[in-house]
């Protein structure tokens, strides 16, 4: 296993916002966590890179117990994150926002390789490098994001609703782009609001409700299960 | 006219000392949204530095100025250790308050006999001063010196935050503390850097200030230190070229007002400018409009 949350427990305050979430990322796979507004995705994935504390409970990174590693070194280790609402550094350029993605390299070598790679994935990011990334809109504002986090070359990277905001032709690129990515070895742990999306293109799914997980499975299994259709796919059973 | 000029020029050299000390509350206040009130008392023991090191130490001049910088970028980033981190999930007056009494600290800690002394103290002269006459224009070789020691700072700061990758991180962190974590950033590291690299500015504006104005004592720091922080929100607070613009309009205010108006109501007047920005435009002139980002 690549992750193994164990009985995580977050609060925020006196509220608690996760309660004992427990789940598991094998290498190489497309996980997802989908739930609604407020059921505890963002936090699982910020307890994971460390954003949060934990009030109990373990993040395990391989064998590493990463529970209390503060966030920039998670970084290093090897864990990717593209926060909620994308978070790009609107005061730089696109360049130096992916820049900063590298920040954590300690092989300044292969700098390049990972701009190449980047390129790869989102030719329009190349042709905006001087442009202040507040000037990009939404679709490059993501692919940006998830660019910046790619710098680093994660093995495992957390993705927090890729799709928010976006139409519906951008939401299928950004999807392909993720799978893409995925088959060149990188771990995606994914969080959605649209689940539709999120289970097409996952091999296992967890859902939350309420900061606990309520459900979990096979993704093929749970398009099919009749409260995930009702609650998440917007279909009458 | 030849004596508007000659008081013009005045204007910019201490609007140029005002610009070193509105760089550091400007720079911290991007990164931790916090007005560091200590900080003028960091310029007055800038000023101290370089003067028990010339005086005492006997050291050349060109090397107490570095030295006070250093030992003022470790006081800042002390500073910041002991009475802002412990208070930054805090709400945010309680660093403000904090600020409040590290300023008293330092004052009237460095009033006591055995550290700097409550008295005033004559600065000596660290070279001879050369008066020029320009038909008419008087420029002093203190006033180069001021000149192209601010230019040399500034640019180096401009180019630190611009072209290293230390500055993009400042910058970044001051967007967003947690996009920063996530790239690798060590968000602590990054605010102790920027409070030294402020306290070592304010303390070159401290040693200029003893130079161009041979006089220094504890509480020196209170009334630069408060028109540079105007300076900075008449600039637009967080900006690092408002602070440089609002402290060169302050250095002139300062000096014209004390010239043609009236000395006795020059503070009252650069604190009116305070007033006034706030109640009319609060984000200064080159700050960001819009809602704050916290």
Redesign the interface.
């Known amino acids: 296993m690549i992750l193994q949350v164990k009985d995580l427990n977050v609060a925020y305050g006196s509220i608690l916002a996760l309660h004992g979430v427990a789940f598991e990322v094998a290498e190489g796979e497309i996980v997802t966590l989908i739930g609604a507004n407020g059921a505890g995705k963002s936090t699982s994935l910020r307890a994971i890179?460390?954003?949060v504390r934990a009030r109990s409970g373990q993040v395990m990174y391989h064998d590493a117990d990463i529970t209390r590693t503060?966030?920039?070194r998670i970084?290093?280790m090897g864990i990717?994150?593209v926060?909620e609402g994308r978070?790009?550094?609107?005061?730089?350029t696109v360049a130096?926002n992916l820049?900063?993605?590298a920040?954590?390299r300690a092989d300044r070598g292969s700098l390049q390789a990972a701009f190449d790679r980047v390129f790869k994935s989102f030719p329009r990011l190349k042709e905006r490098l001087k442009q202040n990334a507040g000037t990009l809109s939404g679709g490059e504002q993501q692919m940006l994001a998830m660019g910046?986090?790619l710098m680093?070359t994660p093995k495992l990277l957390l993705l927090d609703e890729p799709s928010m905001g976006l139409s519906p032709i951008l939401v299928q690129e950004i999807f392909s782009i993720i799978q893409e990515i995925n088959r060149q070895g990188t771990t995606v742990l994914l969080v959605e609001q649209n689940a539709y999306m999120a289970l097409q293109v996952a091999s296992r799914a967890y859902v939350l409700e309420t900061g606990r997980i309520v459900l979990s499975g096979p993704a093929a299994e749970l398009r099919e299960n009749p409260r995930v259709r009702a609650a998440y796919l917007g279909q009458a059973v | 006219m030849i004596e508007a000029i000659n008081q013009v020029l005045n204007g910019l050299q201490l609007g140029l000392v005002y610009a070193l000390i509105a760089l550091g509350y400007t720079m911290v206040y991007g990164i931790i949204r916090l007005i560091n009130f200590a900080h003028g008392d960091v310029f007055m023991v800038g000023a101290f530095i370089a003067f028990i090191s010339t005086v005492n130490w006997h050291l050349p001049f060109y090397i107490a100025v570095p030295l006070s910088m250093l030992i003022c970028a470790a006081l800042g980033v002390i500073i910041e250790r002991l009475a802002y981190r412990p208070l930054r999930y805090a709400a945010r007056i309680a660093a403000l308050i904090s600020a409040i009494g590290v300023s008293l600290l330092i004052e009237y800690g460095g009033s006591l006999k055995f550290v700097f002394g409550p008295n005033y103290r004559v600065v000596p002269q660290p070279f001879s001063v050369v008066q020029w006459d320009l038909s008419g224009i008087s420029v002093s070789n203190i006033q180069v010196i001021v000149l192209v020691t601010v230019v040399i700072l500034l640019a180096g700061l401009q180019y630190l935050v611009a072209r290293t990758k230390t500055g993009k991180a400042m910058r970044a962190v001051s967007f967003d503390h947690d996009a920063a974590r996530l790239m690798g950033i060590n968000v602590d590291a990054i605010i102790s850097y920027t409070f030294a690299l402020g306290s070592a500015l304010a303390a070159a504006g401290g040693v200029l200030y003893s130079v161009a104005y041979p006089q220094i004592n504890p509480f020196m720091g209170i009334m630069p230190g408060l028109k540079a922080f105007t300076a900075a929100v008449l600039g637009g607070i967080g900006s690092i070229p408002g602070a440089m613009l609002g402290a060169l309009i302050m250095g002139q205010v300062d000096v014209l007002s004390a010239a043609y108006i009236s000395s006795q109501l020059r503070d009252a007047i650069a604190f009116t400018i305070l007033i006034l920005v706030l109640l009319v435009k609060p984000s200064g002139l080159l700050g960001k409009t819009g809602p704050e980002k916290v």
């Open positions: 890179s460390g954003l503060p966030a920039h970084v290093q990717g994150h926060p978070k790009i550094f609107a005061n730089l130096e820049e900063m993605g920040y954590a910046r986090a680093s």
